[in-house]
């Protein structure tokens, strides 16, 4: 869900994925950590005047894994 999300936006931050995908606090976080690890998604922390904001980015591997689990998705469903 997350990757599908950032696959259409160039980035986003953790409240925009947070009310997108209606996961939790901490089930987002903790999903996001993994995906990090997979090198899928870029977090960026930053601050925006004084508040700071984390925003998330599919990298270019995430994107080709993301590509390649609808080529596989599409090839299940149309047999």
Known sequence: ??????????????????????LSWGNLSSHISKLEEAGYVEVEKKTKGKKPITLFKLTPEGRKAFEKYREDMQRFLTT
């Not at 869900?1 to 209606?22: C, H, P, R, W």
């Open 1 to 22: 869900m997350i990757l599908s999300l950032l696959y259409v936006i160039e980035s986003a931050d953790f409240k925009f994925v947070k009310g997108q995908t209606n």
